[in-house]
Each structure stands twice: as C-alpha cells, then as structure tokens.
C-alpha cells in the first residue's frame, strides 16, 4: 500500500514564525500535492508538483511556497504564518495516468 | 471559481436507509469523477470512481451514478451503517491537461443508529 507520512499531526505556531510541512510517499509517485481544508470551502489546492524541483501553483498558492528537492519528498513553506492560515493542510501523491490521491492523515496547524 | 459543487453541506439518514450524495460538475471536459470519504483527523481516502464511458459503477454498499447530459455524479450508500458518519468529496479530472483533481465542498453524512 502506499502510504504518505505528514510529519505532524498538530502544530501550533506564532504569527510570522516560519513554518515548515513535510510530507513523504514511499511509492515512487511522480506526483506530489498541498492542499488545505476548510470548513464550507472543501479541499483546495495550494501548490503541486510533477517532478522534482519542478512546483506549479494550485488555486490558493498566495502566502505559500514548496520545495521538491527529492521524488518522495514534497515541503509546504509558510513564509510568515499569519491567523489565517490557520487549516487543516493535507499532503498527496499519485501517479501519471492514475488519477486517483494516496493522501495523508493530515496536518492541523493552529497560527496564533 | 468552483468547478465542482456538492450542494448540500450535511445530510442525516437513519441506519439502514439509502444515503444519497449529490455533486454538480460545470466542466465538459471532466471525464473521470471520484468519491473520497473523510473521518475527523485523517486524510480522504479513496471510495469509488467511475469513468465518463459509464453511467453506473458499483462496489459493495456503494453505487454512483454519472448523468453527463446533465453534469451529475450521485454516490448512493445501501444500507447505510453508523461507520459511514464521514464528510464525503467529490472529486474530478479531466483526462487532458494536468493530472489534477478538482474536489468539491463536500457533504457531512450523518448515520444515525
């Protein structure tokens, strides 16, 4: 099975700290992605990545940016967290022409 | 703007009753439409799928159904159990362009014994 590992389950950070999330899939998949989720608004996607040090922005990449440096690894980088990015931030991972996510359990981050 | 519309936030169904979740999609181009299910603190994991070239695929307990004319997924639970209380998405791609998967807003099912 595959499996993506979130570093964190909860964190909890200071305004303007910077925040870094890690996530890491063990099966070799291409494909990496950030997303957060929101009440009422679902899962949206910050940024993604088809190969290593090769990032796309998603929908909401704004007070973000990530790092590929390695194929199983995928970093989510908050610069300088504010209250608002307090969420839920969820890692994925797939491969080409499978489009189904292996997701992992997810990272609660609390910004006060 | 939302590609992907699930339209009713939260849905109560008694046990053993049928659920019904319903998602709206307005991209023709959409051709590949997924379900995921979601408990508190975890990470969506992977229900159903379906492909444009169906109108039904079933698995067990769970059914959807895809109506293209009308861009119209419906994921149909029977019967439905207290360990289905989750928040369900409903997800789509399009088979050009990027491997991406657009989710809607998703629907809270609430299985009451």
């Known amino acids: 099975d595959v499996k993506v590992t979130q570093s964190s389950r909860y964190l909890v950070k200071r305004t303007g700290e910077k925040v870094f999330l890690e996530c890491v899939q063990d099966m070799d998949h291409e494909n990496m992605f950030w997303y957060r989720q929101d009440p009422g608004l679902g899962l949206r996607l910050i940024y993604f990545?088809?190969?290593?040090?090769?990032?796309e922005k998603g929908d909401i990449p704004e007070g973000y940016s990530v790092s590929r440096e390695k194929k199983e690894r995928f970093s989510l980088i908050l610069e300088s967290a504010s209250t608002n990015q307090t969420s839920m931030y969820l890692c994925?991972?797939?491969?080409?022409?499978?489009?189904?996510?292996?997701f992992g359990s997810g990272t609660r981050l609390t910004v006060v | 703007d939302q590609q992907v519309k699930q339209n009713s936030p939260s849905l109560s169904v008694q046990e053993g009753r049928i659920s019904i979740l319903n998602c709206d999609y307005t991209n023709s181009m959409f051709d590949y439409f997924l379900w995921y299910k979601k408990y508190p603190a975890e990470g969506p994991t992977f229900l159903i799928s379906?492909?444009?070239?169906?109108d039904k695929n079933e698995d067990g307990r769970f059914t959807v159904f895809l109506n293209k004319s009308a861009k119209h997924l419906s994921l149909h639970i029977v019967p439905s159990q207290p360990g289905d209380s989750a928040v369900y998405f409903c997800?789509?791609?399009?088979?050009?362009?990027?491997?991406?998967?657009?989710f809607g807003t998703g629907t809270r099912l609430t299985v009451i014994p």
């Open positions: 379906i492909s444009s070239i169906k």
């Open positions: 994925a991972s797939s491969n080409d022409g499978n489009y189904g996510y292996t």
């Open positions: 997800a789509a791609s399009a088979q050009t362009g990027a491997n991406n998967l657009f």
């Open positions: 990545s088809y190969d290593v040090k090769m990032k």
